[in-house]
């Protein structure tokens, strides 16, 4: 069934602060709008997939995206919610960053044509006496100093801020206003903590082009089992490019979510239907220890995200480790994929001392516990006296989640 825009981001919690008075406009005429990523690192996480799959949603209701990758911004750094002054990035760290998330913006949106600019190619030649007569003038001081995080940053205690974050908003604004020129666009959408400069934005397209712009804002995902922004993990963020998490740990963290939020995190992170996500999550509520919610959830992300074949290895992987499976049934490049993700040990004579350094024990005497208790299985087959060790990588298990690869 087709929903009207508006309903689709109600429903599945998109609607945050916006400058329409009235949301159904999104349902009419298509219209030309940007999304501005800042290259502050080498990939997204999932706090930014959330803002994209929003994204999807504009696009796939006709609306047309530009995406502005802040090559200009990011050599400055959005200051917006940081207590200190950001650390520089190079001309270097900023084109490589700009590239990786480049090509991840493109995989996601594989389905739809969008156009990509960014926003050092017309601030490369910018003078700076033009940009204060011409910009400058038009950005009332009250403005920028009423901002939020410049009154924490000037305050008693503040660290201070430097002209050049203070003027980020300047160099953001101006990005609408050419954009609004040279392209037509005559909506940002941005993420929640963006809302400041996107209005300053919108001010300054109607101070110098004397047209009408607006902002639609996602809302910040929370997690409702900790109350903290979602996506934070004791590891630190959740990548979406694999070399800084890997497709495995990628898809067990959607697999372990909590259960309070998942329904949240359903219609945010994926594009089923209505129907299939109510489906879902009555079986669900019906029996929540089948974890059905999670699971569909790990598997529509993942596939999103790294696509099909990568998703199904993982998902196959998953089955061998929880029993599901049998591990001798995975292939070697699955092995292989599953030996990067615990600790390596080599086959000795010694299997006390191969628990302690697979940190399955704390030492040998824990470890001949764990033994004569019939805790300690490699590949799936509880280790006994007469237990042969195959060739190649094997998979030691302690309990139900405790893991380590031996390798012979």
């Known amino acids: ?86 650390d520089l990035k190079t001309v270097e760290e900023v084109e490589t960053n700009k590239q990786g998330i480049v090509g991840q913006y493109k995989n996601l949106f594989t389905d739809a044509e969008f156009k990509i ?96 712009a607006h902002v639609w804002s996602t809302p910040l995902v929370i997690n409702k089992a900790t109350g903290k922004k979602f996506g934070k993990t004791e590891e630190g963020a959740v990548w979406l490019d694999e070399h800084l998490t890997t497709v495995f740990s990628f898809y067990q963290f959607w697999l372990n979510l909590d259960d309070e939020g998942v329904e949240d995190y359903i219609k945010i992170y994926t594009l089923l239907e209505h129907s299939e996500i109510e489906s879902i999550m009555t079986e669900f509520r019906a029996n929540p220890g089948n974890r059905i919610a999670q699971k569909r959830l790990a598997q529509e992300v993942t596939a999103i995200v790294h696509g099909a074949d990568k998703t199904n290895q993982v998902m196959r992987i998953t089955d061998a480790l929880f029993g599901n499976t049998q591990f001798t049934d995975l292939s070697n490049d699955e092995k292989e994929l599953l030996a990067n993700e615990f600790p390596n040990v080599a086959l000795s004579d010694d299997l006390p001392q191969i628990l302690v350094d697979a940190q399955l024990a704390s030492s040998k005497t824990e470890a001949r516990n764990f033994l004569a208790q019939g805790a300690i299985h490699i590949n799936d087959e509880k280790v006994i006296d007469t237990t042969v060790i195959p060739d190649g990588i094997n998979l030691i298990k302690r309990g139900k989640n405790k893991f380590a690869i031996l390798r012979k």
């Not at 309903?7 to 008075?21: A, C, I, M």
């Not at 005429?29 to 999304?35: D, K, L, Q, R, V």
């Not at 995080?149 to 908003?169: D, W």
């Not at 609004?180 to 101070?207: F, M, P, Y």
Request: charged letters at 20%; a negative charge; hydrophobic letters at 40%.
């Open 117 to 212: 600019v960014d926003n050092f190619d017309w601030f490369k030649d910018v003078h700076y006496l033009d940009f204060l007569r011409d910009v400058g003038k038009h950005v009332p001081l009250r403005q920028m100093l009423g901002r939020d995080f410049v009154q924490s940053r000037l305050g008693e205690g503040g660290a201070g801020i430097s002209y050049a974050e203070f003027s980020y908003v300047l160099i953001q604004g101006y990005d609408f206003v050419h954009l609004n020129k040279e392209h037509g666009v005559t909506l940002q959408v941005c993420g929640a903590d963006q809302w400041g400069n996107s209005i300053a934005g919108v001010d300054l397209v109607r101070r110098m082009n004397g047209n009408e």
């Open 1 to 86: 069934m087709n929903y009207k825009l508006s309903d689709e981001l109600t429903w599945r919690g998109f609607v945050n602060q916006t400058t329409y008075s009235d949301i159904s406009e999104l349902d009419k005429e298509a219209i030309t709008f940007y999304w501005g990523v800042d290259p502050s690192a080498p990939s997204m996480t999932i706090g930014n997939l959330a803002a994209a799959m929003m994204v999807k949603h504009f696009m796939r209701a006709g609306h047309n995206m530009v995406l502005l990758v802040g090559g200009a911004t990011g050599m400055i750094g959005d200051p917006d919610g940081k207590a200190t002054e950001r």
